[in-house]
């Protein structure tokens, strides 16, 4: 395993490598390390899924022979950041472990963590010569009490090895414990999964009855649902509304003027949105060029690929309290919250990042807006009026809720099922087109999921409601299902970058149905607080969400 010379490299890493060896057989040990960090640095380039004699395994196996050629040359501490960066690639590679106790047993002061590295590779490769030689070297661990010199060195090395044993036992019994621990989470997982698809077999059903005009659960009549447009999900994803005509023209100035009215392209426009929010649940809409939607958001990204790259303890310097900032839920992922209003405590990671995600957040809030007043006109009301429900304009006292997100997935190769149908905790979702396509929306006519990302360029935002629109207009603007996969495909990627924009309410805005134009068949009015929390089950009672597909296994999306 362990041989002098860095020998063990996998395929793949070209001349670089051959030069790296024969340097170091030849113990031209500065040499060596100079070659097998350009082939580390190489391999560290192509970047993509850990896989057998992939990029990052060539990188693992470049940084130990690195490390071996620093030891020789010398240059432990060098040395161990090497042994420590193969280590951190590829944690269960035994040699990567020897490597790291070679490093630190070459420095004063650290027997006890060489020894321990050495027994991590022992663990991995049981009776492995190199490592059993490295140990004998350290010698015995220092006894608890003054032991005298009595059994001499037999006794010490029996020491040695009785705390080895020890220490085994203990990795065992852990990683047996992780093990049935990962099992129920994995079996648990696929019970609520065919749990969801009996739901959702269940909720097609009572839509077609629905539909047929038999109703829903008696008493609880299913929302009128406007016809679906022609050639159905598909045929609306290929042809996106223009954001041009949803946006507020300028004063003095309608592109309808000369058209009837409700007869022109912008009307038209506005009542396709509509339809498909009411139908689909969900819309595309293509931005002009001018506004150059996706190379702001490209720089979003960029920017959240440098920041989560960053050490944790540096990104927790960016962590607020009140939900703004870094944030680390438990998952595959992390993100960095943006709102308009800040608490004392919250700081940028630098200007830069902070010009990036404000211009981003400016453009989606202006969309989302537009998207909002489109609606609030469709129901028949006052845009103006349903705008107080909003914390955009709220003095800034009031907690800020509507939010941007820009969301960092690690892939998972395993796990294609690991996020299930959520829905928003938003009046409106705007979300541009992710680093790669991931993302699915179930379509509410039929209920089936649809790849909305593959159908989306640089320039097309999607658009859907959220729980709080729901809620204030009966369902006629039902919550959009949607999820991300735990991998992605045609695309050599470890990360993925998502960025939606959450348009929210007030906390102490109440929801009322009869506001909307709905009547009482919308419900009781609600406070957007007992939503935002679940007061009493009050996000679980709506009529139209009885069933486990709207929610996440994770709970509710907030």
Same mark, same amino acid.
């Given at each position: 395993?362990?041989?002098?010379?860095?020998?063990?490299?996998?395929?793949?890493?070209?001349?670089?490598?051959?030069?790296?060896?024969?340097?170091?057989?030849?113990?031209?040990?500065? @040499?060596?390390?100079?070659?097998?960090?350009?082939?580390?640095?190489?391999?560290?380039?192509?970047?993509?899924?850990?896989?057998?004699?992939?990029?990052?395994?060539?990188?693992?196996? !470049?940084?130990?022979?690195?490390?071996?050629?620093?030891?020789?040359?010398?240059?432990?501490?060098?040395?161990?950041?090497?042994?420590?960066? &193969?280590?951190?690639?590829?944690?269960?590679?035994?040699?990567?472990?020897?490597?790291?106790?070679?490093?630190?047993?070459?420095?004063?002061?650290?027997?006890?963590?060489?020894?321990?590295?050495?027994?991590? &590779?022992?663990?991995?490769?049981?009776?492995?010569?190199?490592?059993?030689?490295?140990?004998?070297?350290?010698?015995?661990?220092?006894?608890?009490?003054?032991?005298?010199?009595?059994?001499?060195?037999?006794?010490?090395?029996?020491?040695?090895?009785?705390?080895?044993?020890?220490?085994?036992?203990?990795?065992?019994?852990?990683?047996?414990? @992780?093990?049935?621990?990962?099992?129920?989470?994995?079996? @648990?997982?696929?019970?609520?999964?065919? &749990?969801?698809?009996?739901?959702?077999?269940?909720?097609?059903?009572?839509?077609?009855?629905?539909?047929?005009?038999?109703?829903?659960?008696?008493?609880?009549?299913?929302?009128?649902?406007?016809?679906?447009?022609?050639?159905?999900?598909? /045929?609306?994803?290929?042809?996106?509304?223009?954001?041009?005509?949803?946006?507020?023209?300028?004063?003095?100035?309608?592109?309808?003027?000369?058209?009837?009215?409700?007869?022109?392209?912008?009307?038209?426009? $506005?009542?396709?949105?509509?339809?498909?929010?009411?139908?689909?649940?969900?819309?595309?809409?293509?931005?002009?060029?001018?506004?150059?939607?996706?190379?702001?958001? #490209?720089?979003?990204?960029?920017?959240?690929?440098?920041?989560?790259?960053?050490?944790?303890?540096?990104? #927790? !310097?960016?962590?607020?309290?009140?939900?703004?900032?870094?944030?680390?839920?438990?998952?595959?992922?992390?993100?960095?919250?943006?709102?308009?209003?800040?608490?004392?405590?919250?700081?940028?990671?630098?200007?830069?990042?902070?010009?990036?995600?404000?211009?981003?957040?400016?453009?989606?809030?202006?969309?989302?807006?537009?998207?909002?007043?489109?609606?609030?006109? #469709?129901?028949?009301?006052?845009?103006?009026?349903?705008?107080?429900?909003? #914390?955009?304009?709220?003095? $800034?006292?009031?907690?800020?809720?509507?939010?941007?997100?820009?969301?960092?997935?690690? +892939?998972?190769?395993?796990?294609?099922?690991?996020?299930?149908?959520?829905?928003?905790?938003?009046?409106?979702?705007?979300?541009? +087109?992710?680093?790669?396509? /991931?993302?699915?929306?179930?379509?509410?006519?039929?209920?089936?999921?649809?790849?909305?990302?593959?159908?989306?360029?640089?320039?097309?935002?999607?658009?859907?409601?959220?729980?709080?629109?729901?809620?204030?207009?009966?369902?006629?603007?039902?919550?959009?299902?949607?999820?991300?996969?735990? !991998?992605?495909?045609? &695309?050599?990627?470890?990360?993925?970058?998502?960025?939606?924009?959450?348009?929210?309410?007030?906390?102490?805005?109440?929801?009322?149905?009869?506001?909307?134009?709905?009547?009482?068949?919308?419900?009781?009015?609600?406070?957007?607080?007992?939503?935002?929390?679940?007061?009493?089950? *009050?996000?679980? *009672?709506?009529?139209?969400?009885?069933?486990?597909?709207?929610?996440?296994?994770?709970?509710?999306?907030?």
């Amino acid at each position: 395993m362990v041989g002098a010379g860095g020998g063990g490299g996998g395929g793949g890493g070209g001349g670089a490598a051959c030069d790296g060896r024969s340097l170091f057989k030849a113990g031209r040990w500065g @040499e060596a390390a100079e070659a097998f960090a350009h082939e580390a640095g190489a391999a560290a380039a192509e970047g993509g899924a850990a896989r057998p004699g992939g990029p990052r395994e060539r990188e693992a196996r !470049a940084r130990g022979n690195l490390s071996a050629a620093l030891l020789r040359a010398g240059r432990p501490r060098e040395a161990l950041r090497a042994a420590e960066g &193969a280590r951190a690639l590829a944690p269960g590679w035994a040699k990567a472990h020897f490597r790291c106790g070679a490093a630190l047993g070459a420095l004063p002061g650290r027997e006890a963590d060489a020894r321990e590295a050495l027994e991590a &590779a022992l663990a991995l490769e049981p009776g492995n010569a190199d490592c059993l030689r490295r140990m004998k070297a350290l010698g015995p661990e220092a006894p608890a009490g003054n032991a005298g010199e009595a059994g001499g060195a037999l006794g010490g090395e029996a020491e040695l090895w009785g705390a080895f044993a020890k220490k085994l036992a203990a990795w065992e019994e852990l990683s047996r414990v @992780e093990n049935l621990r990962l099992r129920k989470l994995s079996e @648990e997982q696929e019970q609520r999964l065919v &749990a969801q698809g009996d739901t959702i077999e269940r909720l097609q059903s009572q839509l077609r009855e629905a539909r047929g005009g038999s109703g829903v659960g008696g008493a609880e009549k299913a929302v009128a649902t406007p016809p679906p447009a022609a050639g159905g999900v598909e /045929a609306a994803m290929a042809d996106p509304v223009p954001l041009q005509h949803l946006l507020p023209h300028a004063r003095g100035s309608d592109p309808d003027a000369g058209n009837g009215g409700g007869g022109g392209v912008r009307a038209a426009a $506005r009542k396709k949105l509509c339809q498909n929010l009411r139908t689909h649940g969900f819309c595309l809409v293509q931005a002009p060029r001018a506004l150059r939607v996706g190379s702001t958001i #490209d720089r979003a990204y960029e920017n959240a690929r440098v920041f989560f790259r960053l050490p944790t303890e540096r990104k #927790d !310097a960016n962590r607020c309290p009140t939900e703004h900032g870094y944030l680390n839920p438990e998952g595959n992922y992390q993100c960095f919250q943006v709102k308009s209003r800040h608490g004392a405590s919250f700081t940028w990671p630098g200007q830069g990042f902070q010009s990036a995600f404000v211009a981003a957040y400016k453009l989606l809030e202006q969309v989302a807006l537009a998207c909002f007043d489109v609606c609030a006109a #469709d129901l028949g009301c006052e845009p103006s009026g349903l705008r107080d429900l909003l #914390d955009v304009d709220a003095p $800034r006292e009031v907690p800020a809720r509507t939010a941007m997100r820009c969301i960092e997935y690690t +892939r998972v190769e395993e796990t294609r099922n690991e996020y299930a149908d959520h829905t928003d905790l938003s009046f409106v979702t705007v979300a541009p +087109r992710g680093s790669c396509a /991931a993302l699915r929306v179930r379509d509410m006519l039929s209920l089936k999921e649809v790849d909305v990302e593959r159908a989306m360029g640089p320039d097309t935002l999607l658009v859907y409601c959220g729980d709080l629109m729901a809620r204030l207009t009966g369902n006629s603007f039902p919550a959009a299902m949607h999820r991300p996969v735990g !991998a992605w495909e045609g &695309a050599d990627a470890n990360y993925r970058y998502a960025l939606p924009f959450f348009l929210r309410g007030r906390s102490d805005a109440v929801l009322d149905p009869r506001n909307a134009g709905q009547g009482s068949k919308g419900g009781e009015p609600v406070p957007v607080w007992m939503l935002e929390n679940n007061v009493g089950g *009050s996000r679980d *009672s709506f009529p139209w969400k009885k069933a486990q597909a709207y929610y996440s296994t994770f709970g509710f999306s907030a």
